[in-house]
């Protein structure tokens, strides 16, 4: 028993940003992000909240499915930028598109988050739990960078993906590893709502993303392309066998350097960095769709997903597509 994805989503704000505009903003240059990163522009919110723009990614995939709201009995939305403590993202994005017989609840593993909530969905679905799961990543990062810090404010962008998946008995997904390293959670952060009481005394927080950017480069080039051997060995497959590796949206050079390391041809990596930035929890979701709308992910072939993130956080997933 597995699960198959029956219909895919994708959300973005309408501000579209380029980098010449950034350049109005910091010290930086077009030429520079995008040697350095790839990316060309990003979408930001200019008032869109995670909950409605996964709402509008998830009735999407539902639409693309040919399955109504009330047919959902899993609503998972992998967010690190909820606007909300209480209620949770899937629970508005439940009211929203009226999933009202769904089980809804966030999840955040950053920009690896997608992927946790999809194999979370996975064992949902092996074990008789549920039937089908809409399994959402959303982010509204905008809030979360501090717009004079060049060394970030260049990289993220605003959006939502989401699948909805369903069981199958043959294909769908073949293997899943997740990995997280808590030890390595400075590298890359950011405060929520620090501690604030009459009995506190503590100092404040740091409120915006602060990362080390060299060693998020090194981890991605060292744990992605072991994870992804790690869940094609238990597959019982090769790089060889794999047509499309759709991975986290974070820098070019990153998939580029991945692509060396696994020995795979550059053309199996599709991106789509250049127009949206990174999107977090978003960037694998919102891939699956631009590939599925294009037709360039097709049944038959073996597909990887592969996220990372801070947490650390990530993993590796191989599909046969059916
Ligand atoms: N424009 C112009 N100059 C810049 C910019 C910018 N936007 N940002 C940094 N610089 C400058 C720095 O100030 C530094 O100047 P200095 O030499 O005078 O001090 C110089 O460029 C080099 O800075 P580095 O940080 O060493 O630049 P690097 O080559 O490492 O590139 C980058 C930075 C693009 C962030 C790179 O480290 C990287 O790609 N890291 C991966 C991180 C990543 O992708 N994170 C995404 C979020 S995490 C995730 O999604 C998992």
Redo the contacts with the bound molecule.
């Keep these: 028993m597995s699960i198959r994805i029956a219909g895919t989503g994708g959300a973005l704000p309408e501000k579209k940003v380029t980098n010449d505009m950034?350049a109005q903003m910091?010290?930086?240059?077009d030429e520079?992000?995008r040697e350095?990163?790839g990316i060309g522009s990003r979408f930001v919110s200019t008032g869109e909240t995670v909950a409605s723009l996964v709402a509008r990614a998830c009735s999407l995939a539902l639409e693309r499915a040919g399955r109504e709201a009330e047919e959902v009995e899993l609503l998972l939305v992998a967010t690190c930028t909820p606007e909300d403590a209480l209620p949770c993202m899937a629970c508005q994005v439940q009211e929203k598109i009226g999933a009202k017989e769904a089980v809804a609840f966030d999840l955040n593993a950053?920009?690896?988050g997608f992927l946790f909530a999809l194999h979370t969905a996975w064992a949902y679905v092996e074990s008789g739990i549920y039937q089908n799961a809409l399994v959402a990543g959303g982010e509204v990062l905008s809030k979360m960078i501090d717009w004079q810090d060049?060394?970030?404010?260049?990289?993220?962008g605003d959006g939502a993906g989401a699948v909805l998946v369903e069981k199958c008995a043959d294909g769908g997904i073949l293997s899943f590893v997740q990995h997280s390293d808590g030890n390595r959670g400075a590298v890359?952060s950011c405060g929520a709502r620090p501690i604030a009481n009459p009995y506190f005394t503590g100092a404040s927080q740091e409120r915006y993303?602060r990362?080390?950017?060299?060693e998020?480069?090194s981890?991605?080039l060292r744990q992605v392309p072991a994870a992804i051997e790690e869940a094609l060995a238990k597959a019982r497959l090769a790089v060889e066998d794999v047509d499309v590796f759709v991975l986290?949206?974070?820098?070019r050079?990153?998939i580029e350097g991945i692509s060396r390391r696994l020995g795979a041809d550059l053309e199996k990596f599709p991106m789509n960095l250049e127009q949206v930035g990174?999107t977090?929890s978003a960037?694998i979701p919102l891939l699956l769709d631009m590939l599925y709308r294009e037709g360039r992910i097709r049944s038959g072939q073996v597909v990887v997903l592969s996220?990372?993130?801070?947490g650390l956080t990530y993993g590796a997933c191989v599909m046969r597509i059916n």
Aim: net charge positive; aromatic share 12%.
């Design positions: 950034i910091v010290d930086t240059s520079w992000i350095r990163t950053a920009c690896a060049r060394g970030t404010c260049v990289l993220f890359l993303v990362m080390d950017g060299r998020v480069f981890f991605a986290h949206q974070a820098n050079r990153i990174n977090s960037a996220g990372f993130g801070a």
